[in-house]
């Protein structure tokens, strides 16, 4: 039997798992500066990726890259959902919300 699928699902599925609650504190706290933040990480994880000799680890980079990359895009949506008044507006904040 081989695992390696189930373990890169499982990699995946915890990935995403901690991206969004990432994503939704990014937003709350640093507004839609954060991109930066996932577009570094995603670069980063995407190099390790390239430079992993083994294949396993070198996928789960890959999803973490992509991942992050993803959550590039989840903190502008995020940011619109605060403002939509779907999640809460950091109160600190308030002139970010006022587009």
Known sequence: MHFTGILI???TFLTIGIFHPLVIKAEYYFGRRSWWAFLMVGIAFFIASLLTSHQVVSIFFGVVSFSALWGIHEV???H????RGWFPMNPKRKDDYKD
Not at 80 to 83: E, S
């Open 76 to 78: 502008f949506q995020q």
């Open 9 to 11: 699902g499982l990699a």
């Open 80 to 83: 619109n959902r605060v403002k």
